[in-house]
């Protein structure tokens, strides 16, 4: 499928390349889903363009494909790298709000850039408890050829 060669381009740090095929693959007419933008924002993430990366992610909400953990994860795993918690904060805090599953990863994100405080104070703003959070979101279901939902057998993690 595309995804997964978009995916090994993103393995091999060529977002170059995955966004290449991600744009041949939308000429063809075939609807890209929540894997397939989850993909090329690993890829620019993985390649440092996490510029690049938002603006995947600003483009997955236009197209009303609302972003999960797995789109997420590699942008707050980057920003945390970089120290940059203020991003980390707006990320969780807008995966919070959307009702996206914020897993024990992206929670570890949070607290590793932000600290406990600023951990305590989302969960006690939006009630929840970071303890009780998943270690992986529920999966994703996309729809098969016969319009029949299949899970998207993703084993990555966030």
């Not at 041949?24 to 894997?35: F, H, K, L, P, T």
């Not at 850039?113 to 408890?129: H, R, T």
């Amino acid at each position: 499928t595309y995804s997964t060669v978009i995916n090994a381009y993103a393995q091999c740090r060529q977002a170059d390349k995955a966004v290449a095929m991600f744009e041949q693959m939308q000429q063809a007419g075939i609807v890209a889903d929540v894997v397939t933008y989850s993909t090329v924002i690993n890829a620019y993430t993985r390649c440092g363009d996490l510029r690049s990366a938002e603006g995947v992610l600003r483009s997955m909400k236009s197209e009303d494909i609302a972003p999960d953990a797995f789109s997420y994860g590699p942008l707050l795993a980057s920003y945390q790298r970089k120290r940059r918690g203020s991003d980390v904060e707006r990320l969780v805090e807008e995966m919070l709000a959307s009702g996206a599953v914020v897993t024990s990863f992206c929670w570890e994100q949070l607290r590793r850039a932000c600290g406990d405080s600023i951990c305590q104070q989302l969960e006690k703003k939006y009630n929840v408890d970071l303890r009780l959070a998943p270690n992986r979101p529920p999966r994703t279901r996309v729809r098969g050829s016969r319009g029949k939902g299949k899970s998207s057998g993703r084993s990555d993690h966030p």
